[in-house]
């Protein structure tokens, strides 16, 4: 592997442990408006790294129905509150962060209040300035779309040859690749396979990420 000089980060799922908090917050509310019997497993792979827009539409044709026009607010609204309860920064992603030796910026599909949430709440903060932080929802471009990540690299000055994105979503990889770049994905047995088939490099523990990029 070539030299490389950039890190984008994704956030959900790969800094902060929140995408199963989230996603099953999300049914909890769908199943009560009739979207019932989707597993957390399921729908962990199936909406990870997407607009929420799309996901709720996928959950009101499970339903039979439309949601009502404030079910995404109120989705947030219960979200973040299970955050301030639950949220954890991913195991080891401390521990890497502080050794990385070359610049790196976070790229989300969630909103930018999102992000800064869930980074204050983990004390990963420290390691983001504002500037560094780059949300779907202020282009509206949301993956498997590469503008998010194509904007923080040129928002940054990073060439995307020569920087890694990290993911951990299908939808992510696919962004990535489509943008150019390198792409590593944190992965479990269960989502592995599909996500090299993508053409991601996969790993198991954040904490070999600096070994695995040769930084």
């Known amino acids: 592997m070539g ?16 995408e199963r908090v989230m996603i099953s917050v999300l049914l909890e509310m769908a199943s009560a408006l009739g979207a019932e019997g989707m597993d957390l497993d ?16 996928v959950l009101e044709a499970r339903a039979g129905r439309v949601f009502p026009s404030d079910f995404e607010q109120e989705f947030r609204t219960r979200a973040y509150d299970r955050f301030r309860r639950d949220v954890r920064p991913l195991p080891g992603v401390p ?16 909103p930018k209040e999102k992000i800064l949430l869930n980074l204050g709440l983990t004390g990963l903060i420290r ?3 504002e500037a560094h932080i780059f949300s779907s929802y202020e282009i509206n471009s949301w993956k498997p779309h ?9 928002t940054m000055g990073f060439h995307p040859q020569t920087t890694v994105v ?30 090299a088939a993508r053409g991601a490099t996969t790993f198991s523990r954040m904490q070999e990420l600096p070994t695995l990029l040769r930084l």
Not at 3 to 18: A, E, N, P, Q, R
Not at 42 to 57: L, N, P
Not at 95 to 110: D, I, K, N, Q, W
């Open 3 to 18: 030299k490389v000089t950039s890190i984008i980060f994704d956030c959900d799922g790969v800094l902060v442990d929140t």
């Open 42 to 57: 399921d729908a962990v792979y199936a909406f990870s790294g997407r607009h929420m827009a799309e996901t709720i539409k």
């Open 95 to 110: 521990e890497m962060l502080a050794r990385l030796t070359v610049p790196y910026c976070v790229a989300s599909s969630g």
């Open 127 to 129: 390691y983001f300035p």
């Open 146 to 154: 590469p503008g998010i990540f194509l904007h923080a690299a040129e």
């Open 166 to 195: 990290v993911e951990d979503s299908i939808a992510g990889v696919e962004a990535a690749i489509k943008g150019g770049f390198r792409v590593f994905a944190i992965a479990a047995d269960g989502n592995r396979d599909a996500l």
